[in-house]
């Protein structure tokens, strides 16, 4: 047995006794979750940055059950075995009186499981069935929020489907067109190339929650326990989509900077920042206003893999890890409030910042760390991000600096509306979550803090390797933004966003409201409306296709069904009559037709001489 | 060494009849299960050494040459399993003694002949194995000796006689060109002579020949009678192996390594396996007997095969031989299946039966399996093979005749469907109400094909490696 499938094997066994443990034995259940996904945390970082290679016969036909660990799939392993401890940690207490506690863990378990199986692949086959594996534990996910939630997961499960879709016709016509469906091909772009690397792109995109494949996230962030929210759309979706942009982007397409789909990828990026983060400005609900972020986020890191220049890949990358470290925990602080405060709803919170110090600590450094405050990880990223987007073009950068402002401005407005000011008299005595729910928080707080301020440690040991020497030419991209100026722009922006929600608090004198000039401005306020009755939503407009294709697809079922319920029956009584007639007994009738075809074959043969 | 599959049951027959006779009656069952069972192994383990050079002095018994390669195996595999359900079954349906000996006397008579014609490598012997198969065929379906019985033999016997004087015609005239009946030598001729009048006739009128002992539409007339006539073990072994391997197997190989695919004759083998399925399927459709029904059934089935076989290229014939086995199993236990409805209803109508499952569950439940098999559903074993044959239609462009052989497992599935809720679901009619499962011989036959059947499904790409892609070899 070797050593790499343990990491698949080992979650997929303890999901296993989960689901025997009866439903009552909770403290068995947590036990047993918790030491596995704990030695699956430590699995991945033994196996940090070894070179393992490892393949099975499997269906035949050529195919192959290939694993390969190296420095990329090692880092996205780790990174993803740490989420999974520490979320099954914070899910022992956030779920404890629910009653999913139980599919939850094992879903959790199988999903981890799934993930690394992905990452691990060593050829596209392999990785599609662990990826499409893993829609159906997210649609089981979405599932557990309730009655409500159908609806949602069944609108996540349409959406990454079609996607998925795309991805296989491309796996396809990569694995047809180059001749294997290994990652390192180097398949040129042009012709068929370009739309492989189009349909893989949807695939890896829709998978990360970039728009336009992004409306359920929001929906999901309502409807669906926030442990899976924290999890999916948080942290390990985005580790496995922008995991596999980068594979296409570097192994496998021979794409260059200045190409079309750079432009593509740049252009599906700006415009992912822009406008999910000017729809996360004006939500009034905690868990909603995070994930329309976790949206506008995937912007920048398509936006930094889609300059493909070294230092927006690195930046892309080095903003994949933060944004799933600082994302991950503010969802959980979104939990943290739901559970002791008892709802989410921006209205109705406020002031709670003193009554859940450790919470609005964790809060505090990862809302930092997403604006982009020096020294926080997410300034970083973002700088290297600006940086690279510099480099291709005036437009893109000023994408990304609009929507760090905005960024800024709603984080702002959340922190003020549900941490400051007074305290809703409903709420006076809420106290501080539990521990098993700090502790997650807290280290990843911390860890905010160190990829900020020593980040010559992801850079170096995580981040450049996946480039290669080759790629980087010498450079190193930790320390200091390289970019001074970049910098000073950048800071002046955040206090940009500052001035405003301060002018936007005087004027309203609420710092939920601190916004509302911006929702109220001219065509930005229609745009709001049209969004609000869903009118721009790209699943509700591919619903509306889809309606007419139906009505198509019901005329050709009854022309089917008139095949085969008019047509053959009349025709099965036709011949059974005939050969009834023929079927008569009478061996005379037999020969002679025996005979009769029999000349006609030897003619036909004959003709032919 | 392959003769050991000839000359051990021969001697055994010749053994057995001079033994007393109480112990021969006993000892007969078991003797043939055993080369039945030896049979089956030798074929599935099949070690080309043992069938080519271990005691050639005991093959050179015959003045003539066996051989098995991969299209005989799995052939051979299929006459082992079929012969040994129909023995199984005989022994729970024949009930008097020495009727049973003599069925299995004949019954091992009518292995030799099939397993002869799937070895020999001449054509000469090759019409001395169907003649042995077809004789005591005739017998096996007169064996109860009632009017139907001989009505349906004469028929068979008729219509096989006229095949026979077709081959033999063809034989004759291909010997006036050729040195000696070896299949190599005569595919050289033919080869040379391509286009010659006279063969391309003797071509013609041995193909047809093979048509009649196939039984494919419209040379098909004797196959329905000859099928209800025949007693319930008889007609297993008529329907699953007996029609293949002397019509379709035969026309395979002789096309495959004697006449040559070439594009008339591989047009001839698609239209007419086209014809077949259609009015097969068609006429399956108006039955009401549920025999009846099964015999039109496997008119369509050898359709599929002769199909697949027509288009000349490697996926079509491993898609027919892969069919040919399937139907062997799925065939043979719809017919032990018919064989215990006949035993416990009393008859073969449909009409007057319904709502068996709930009584005969093993029944009922293995001829689910049988049928979703024959009507394509995935990941039984039947869906496999009519995909080869789609895939192997649609790559030589054969677009309407792929979507068509589609559509009639559409049509196949139809009267299975209508089969299954006349005689499984439903209500149970009066008068069948203390109806009780058939006896252990049945249910367990039927129990064993329906494992094979789904087992080979799911082990489809170990069945395509190991016997399948062997294929490749000997045609290609």
Same mark, same amino acid.
């Not at chain 1, 972020?293 to 912007?299: K, L, R």
């Not at chain 2, 009656?25 to 074929?43: D, G, K, N, S």
């Not at chain 2, 017998?139 to 006689?161: P, Q, R, T, V, W």
């Given at each position: 047995?070797?050593?790499?499938?343990?990491?698949?094997?080992?979650?997929?066994?303890?999901?296993?006794?989960?689901?025997?443990?009866?439903?009552?034995?909770?403290?068995?259940?947590?036990?047993?979750?918790?030491?596995?996904?704990?030695? $699956?945390?430590?699995?991945?970082?033994?196996?940090? $940055?070894?070179?393992?290679?490892?393949?099975?016969?499997?269906?035949?036909?050529?195919?192959? /059950?290939?694993?390969?660990?190296?420095?990329?799939?090692?880092?996205?392993?780790?990174?993803?075995?740490?989420?999974?401890?520490?979320?099954?940690?914070?899910?022992?207490?956030?779920?404890?009186?629910?009653?999913?506690?139980?599919?939850?863990?094992?879903?959790?378990?199988?999903?981890?499981?799934?993930?690394?199986?992905?990452?691990?692949? $060593?050829?596209?086959? *392999?990785?599609?069935?662990?990826?499409?594996?893993?829609?159906?534990?997210?649609?089981?996910?979405?599932?557990?929020?309730?009655?409500?939630? /159908?609806?949602?997961?069944?609108?996540?499960?349409?959406?990454?489907?079609?996607?998925? #879709?795309?991805?296989?016709?491309?796996?396809?016509?990569?694995?047809?067109?180059?001749?294997?469906?290994?990652?390192? $091909?180097?398949?040129?772009?042009?012709?068929?190339?370009?739309?492989?690397?189009?349909?893989?792109?949807?695939?890896?995109?829709?998978?990360?929650?970039?728009?336009?494949?992004?409306?359920?996230?929001?929906?999901?962030?309502?409807?669906?326990?926030?442990?899976?929210?924290?999890?999916?759309?948080?942290?390990?979706?985005?580790?496995?989509?922008?995991? /596999?942009?980068?594979?296409?982007?570097?192994?496998?397409?021979?794409?260059?900077?200045?190409?079309?789909?750079?432009?593509?990828?740049?252009?599906?990026?700006?415009?992912?920042? #822009?406008?999910?983060?000017?729809?996360?400005?004006?939500?009034?609900?905690?868990?909603?206003?995070?994930?329309?972020?976790?949206?506008?986020?995937?912007?920048?890191?398509?936006?930094?893999?889609?300059?493909?220049?070294?230092?927006?890949?690195?930046?892309?990358?080095?903003?994949?890890?933060?944004?799933?470290?600082?994302?991950?925990?503010?969802?959980?602080?979104?939990?943290?409030?739901?559970?002791?405060?008892?709802?989410?709803?921006?209205?109705?919170?406020?002031?709670?910042?003193?009554?859940?110090?450790?919470?609005?600590?964790?809060?505090?450094?990862?809302?930092?760390?997403?604006?982009?405050?020096?020294?926080?990880?997410?300034?970083?990223?973002?700088?290297?991000?600006?940086?690279?987007?510099?480099?291709?073009?005036?437009?893109?950068?000023?994408?990304?600096?609009?929507?760090?402002?905005?960024?800024?401005?709603?984080?702002?407005?959340?922190?003020?509306?549900?941490?400051?000011?007074?305290?809703?008299?409903?709420?006076?005595?809420?106290?501080?979550?539990?521990?098993?729910?700090?502790?997650?928080?807290?280290?990843?707080?911390?860890?905010?803090?160190?990829?900020?301020?020593?980040?010559?440690?992801?850079?170096?040991?995580?981040?450049?390797?996946?480039?290669?020497?080759?790629?980087?030419?010498?450079?190193?991209?930790?320390?200091?933004?390289?970019?001074?100026?970049?910098?000073?722009?950048?800071?002046?922006?955040?206090?940009?966003?500052?001035?405003?929600?301060?002018?936007?608090?005087?004027?309203?004198?609420?710092?939920?409201?601190?916004?509302?000039?911006?929702?109220?401005?001219?065509?930005?306020?229609?745009?709001?409306?049209?969004?609000?009755?869903?009118?721009?939503?790209?699943?509700?407009?591919?619903?509306?296709?889809?309606?007419?294709?139906?009505?198509?697809?019901?005329?050709?079922?009854?022309?089917?069904?008139?095949?085969?319920?008019?047509?053959?029956?009349?025709?099965?009584?036709?011949?059974?009559?005939?050969?009834?007639?023929?079927?008569?007994?009478?061996?005379?009738?037999?020969?002679?037709?025996?005979?009769?075809?029999?000349? *006609?074959?030897?003619?036909?043969? #004959?003709?032919?001489? | 060494?392959?003769?050991?599959?000839?000359?051990?049951?021969?001697?055994?027959?010749?053994?057995?009849?001079?033994?007393?006779?109480?112990?021969?009656?006993?000892?007969?069952?078991?003797?043939?299960?055993?080369?039945?069972?030896?049979?089956?192994?030798?074929?599935?383990?099949?070690?080309?050494?043992?069938?080519?050079?271990?005691?050639?002095?005991?093959?050179?018994?015959?003045?003539?040459?066996?051989?098995?390669?991969?299209?005989?195996?799995?052939?051979?595999?299929?006459?082992?399993?079929?012969?040994?359900?129909?023995?199984?079954?005989?022994?729970?349906?024949?009930?008097?003694?020495?009727?049973?000996?003599?069925?299995?006397?004949?019954?091992?008579?009518?292995?030799?002949?099939?397993?002869? !014609?799937?070895?020999?490598? &001449?054509? =000469?012997?090759?019409?001395?194995?169907?003649?042995?198969?077809?004789?005591?065929?005739? !017998?096996?379906?007169?064996?109860?000796?009632?009017?139907?019985?001989?009505?349906?033999?004469?028929?068979?016997?008729?219509?096989?006689?006229?095949?026979?004087?077709?081959?033999?015609?063809?034989?004759?005239?291909?010997?006036?060109?050729?040195?000696?009946?070896?299949?190599?030598?005569?595919?050289?001729? !033919?080869?040379?002579?391509?286009?010659?009048? !006279?063969?391309?006739?003797?071509?013609?009128?041995?193909?047809?020949?093979?048509?009649?002992?196939?039984?494919?539409?419209?040379?098909?007339?004797?196959?329905?009678?000859?099928?209800?006539?025949?007693?319930?073990?008889?007609?297993?072994?008529?329907?699953?192996?007996?029609?293949?391997?002397?019509?379709?197997?035969?026309?395979?190989?002789?096309?495959?390594?004697?006449?040559?695919?070439? &594009?008339?004759?591989?047009?001839?083998?698609?239209?007419?396996?086209?014809?077949?399925?259609?009015?097969?399927?068609?006429?399956?459709?108006?039955?009401?007997? =549920?025999?009846?029904?099964?015999?039109?059934?496997?008119?369509?089935?050898?359709?599929?095969?002769?199909?697949?076989?027509?288009?000349?290229? =490697?996926?079509?014939?491993?898609?027919?031989?892969?069919?040919?086995?399937?139907?062997?199993?799925?065939?043979?236990?719809?017919?032990?299946?018919?064989?215990?409805?006949?035993?416990?209803?009393?008859?073969?109508?449909?009409?007057?039966?319904?709502?068996?499952?709930?009584?005969?569950?093993?029944?009922?439940?293995?001829?689910?399996?049988?049928?979703?098999?024959?009507?394509?559903?995935?990941?039984?074993?039947?869906?496999?093979?009519?995909?080869?044959?789609?895939?192997?239609?649609?790559?030589?462009?054969?677009?309407?005749?792929?979507?068509?052989?589609?559509?009639?497992?559409?049509?196949?599935?139809?009267? =299975?469907?209508?089969?299954?809720?006349?005689?499984?679901?439903?209500?149970?009619?009066?008068?069948?109400?203390?109806?009780?499962?058939?006896?252990?011989?049945?249910?367990?036959?039927?129990?064993?094909?329906?494992?094979?059947?789904?087992?080979?499904?799911?082990?489809?790409?170990?069945?395509?490696?190991?016997?399948?892609?062997?294929?490749?070899?000997?045609?290609?």
């Amino acid at each position: 047995m070797n050593m790499l499938l343990l990491p698949i094997l080992i979650p997929i066994a303890s999901a296993i006794i989960v689901l025997l443990l009866p439903k009552s034995a909770k403290l068995l259940r947590d036990t047993v979750t918790l030491l596995s996904t704990f030695a $699956n945390a430590l699995l991945a970082i033994m196996l940090f $940055n070894k070179e393992i290679l490892v393949s099975y016969p499997w269906v035949g036909f050529g195919f192959e /059950f290939s694993l390969r660990l190296y420095n990329f799939s090692s880092f996205i392993m780790a990174a993803a075995a740490s989420f999974g401890f520490l979320i099954a940690l914070y899910s022992s207490a956030f779920t404890a009186a629910k009653n999913y506690s139980k599919s939850f863990f094992v879903y959790l378990l199988i999903s981890l499981a799934l993930l690394n199986g992905a990452v691990l692949s $060593n050829n596209l086959l *392999l990785m599609l069935f662990f990826w499409e594996a893993l829609l159906i534990t997210q649609f089981g996910m979405i599932m557990l929020g309730g009655r409500l939630a /159908f609806r949602t997961a069944t609108k996540a499960f349409v959406i990454i489907g079609a996607s998925d #879709l795309c991805m296989m016709v491309g796996i396809a016509i990569y694995g047809f067109s180059s001749g294997s469906f290994a990652f390192s $091909n180097n398949m040129p772009l042009a012709g068929l190339g370009g739309l492989a690397f189009v349909l893989l792109m949807i695939g890896a995109i829709a998978k990360a929650g970039s728009m336009p494949f992004h409306s359920w996230i929001p929906d999901a962030a309502i409807d669906a326990p926030l442990p899976v929210v924290a999890m999916l759309p948080g942290a390990l979706e985005k580790l496995l989509g922008i995991y /596999f942009l980068t594979r296409i982007s570097l192994d496998m397409f021979r794409a260059e900077t200045g190409s079309w789909v750079s432009y593509l990828l740049m252009i599906v990026g700006s415009i992912t920042i #822009l406008f999910a983060v000017m729809m996360a400005l004006v939500q009034k609900d905690y868990k909603r206003l995070l994930s329309y972020h976790a949206i506008s986020q995937i912007g920048y890191m398509v936006l930094g893999i889609g300059t493909f220049v070294p230092v927006g890949i690195v930046g892309g990358l080095f903003h994949m890890i933060n944004n799933s470290m600082y994302k991950c925990c503010l969802f959980l602080t979104g939990g943290a409030v739901e559970k002791q405060a008892g709802t989410t709803n921006l209205e109705k919170l406020g002031g709670i910042g003193s009554k859940m110090p450790v919470t609005f600590a964790c809060f505090l450094v990862t809302a930092l760390a997403i604006s982009g405050v020096p020294p926080f990880n997410g300034f970083f990223s973002k700088e290297l991000v600006y940086d690279g987007a510099l480099e291709r073009g005036w437009i893109f950068y000023l994408a990304a600096l609009v929507g760090s402002f905005f960024t800024a401005a709603s984080f702002l407005k959340l922190g003020h509306a549900a941490y400051l000011g007074k305290a809703d008299k409903d709420r006076k005595d809420v106290k501080e979550a539990p521990y098993q729910m700090l502790i997650p928080m807290v280290l990843i707080a911390l860890a905010c803090i160190l990829f900020g301020v020593y980040n010559k440690l992801p850079i170096k040991f995580l981040i450049q390797p996946v480039l290669g020497v080759d790629r980087l030419r010498g450079h190193n991209y930790w320390g200091f933004p390289p970019n001074f100026i970049l910098a000073i722009i950048s800071v002046v922006v955040l206090a940009g966003a500052f001035l405003n929600h301060i002018y936007g608090v005087k004027k309203t004198g609420s710092g939920l409201k601190a916004v509302d000039h911006i929702y109220h401005a001219p065509v930005l306020s229609e745009i709001y409306d049209a969004q609000a009755k869903g009118y721009l939503d790209p699943y509700n407009i591919g619903l509306g296709f889809l309606n007419i294709f139906s009505i198509a697809a019901s005329w050709f079922d009854k022309a089917v069904d008139w095949f085969y319920n008019v047509f053959s029956v009349k025709t099965a009584a036709l011949l059974t009559n005939a050969s009834r007639r023929l079927q008569n007994g009478n061996y005379k009738t037999y020969i002679i037709l025996s005979m009769a075809t029999t000349v *006609l074959i030897v003619l036909f043969l #004959l003709r032919s001489v | 060494m392959s003769s050991v599959l000839i000359l051990v049951p021969l001697f055994g027959i010749i053994g057995l009849n001079m033994l007393p006779r109480n112990v021969a009656r006993r000892a007969a069952f078991w003797f043939a299960a055993a080369v039945f069972t030896a049979e089956i192994l030798l074929a599935i383990v099949h070690q080309p050494a043992f069938w080519t050079e271990a005691l050639v002095r005991f093959d050179s018994f015959f003045r003539l040459k066996f051989s098995v390669d991969s299209l005989s195996r799995i052939m051979l595999i299929c006459i082992g399993v079929v012969s040994l359900s129909s023995l199984v079954v005989a022994k729970s349906t024949v009930s008097d003694e020495k009727e049973a000996f003599k069925f299995i006397n004949i019954l091992i008579t009518a292995s030799i002949g099939m397993s002869g !014609i799937v070895m020999v490598k &001449d054509i =000469f012997s090759l019409y001395v194995f169907l003649e042995i198969a077809a004789l005591s065929s005739f !017998i096996l379906i007169a064996f109860n000796k009632d009017i139907n019985g001989l009505e349906g033999a004469f028929k068979y016997l008729i219509l096989s006689a006229v095949a026979t004087v077709l081959m033999l015609t063809s034989i004759a005239i291909l010997l006036l060109d050729s040195p000696d009946t070896a299949f190599s030598t005569l595919h050289n001729e !033919i080869a040379h002579s391509r286009g010659n009048f !006279i063969v391309t006739f003797a071509i013609g009128l041995f193909i047809c020949g093979l048509f009649i002992k196939g039984g494919l539409v419209p040379f098909h007339g004797w196959l329905p009678d000859a099928y209800m006539a025949a007693p319930a073990p008889v007609s297993i072994l008529l329907a699953g192996v007996m029609t293949k391997a002397c019509g379709i197997y035969t026309l395979m190989r002789i096309v495959a390594s004697v006449f040559g695919f070439t &594009d008339p004759i591989k047009n001839t083998m698609m239209l007419i396996g086209m014809i077949s399925i259609l009015v097969g399927a068609f006429a399956a459709l108006g039955q009401t007997n =549920f025999k009846r029904m099964l015999a039109y059934s496997s008119i369509s089935q050898v359709g599929y095969i002769i199909l697949g076989a027509g288009t000349g290229t =490697f996926l079509g014939l491993a898609g027919a031989a892969f069919h040919l086995f399937n139907h062997a199993i799925f065939k043979g236990l719809l017919f032990v299946n018919s064989a215990a409805l006949e035993e416990k209803v009393g008859t073969s109508d449909m009409s007057r039966m319904g709502g068996l499952s709930e009584r005969m569950p093993v029944t009922g439940a293995t001829s689910v399996i049988a049928m979703l098999s024959a009507s394509g559903v995935p990941p039984l074993a039947g869906f496999w093979s009519k995909l080869l044959i789609v895939i192997a239609l649609w790559q030589i462009g054969h677009y309407a005749y792929a979507a068509i052989a589609i559509l009639a497992s559409v049509l196949t599935l139809a009267y =299975f469907l209508y089969m299954q809720r006349q005689v499984f679901f439903g209500k149970l009619p009066p008068g069948l109400e203390g109806l009780r499962e058939a006896g252990n011989g049945l249910t367990l036959t039927a129990s064993a094909l329906a494992v094979i059947t789904v087992g080979a499904g799911l082990a489809f790409p170990y069945i395509y490696n190991h016997f399948l892609l062997p294929l490749k070899e000997i045609f290609f």
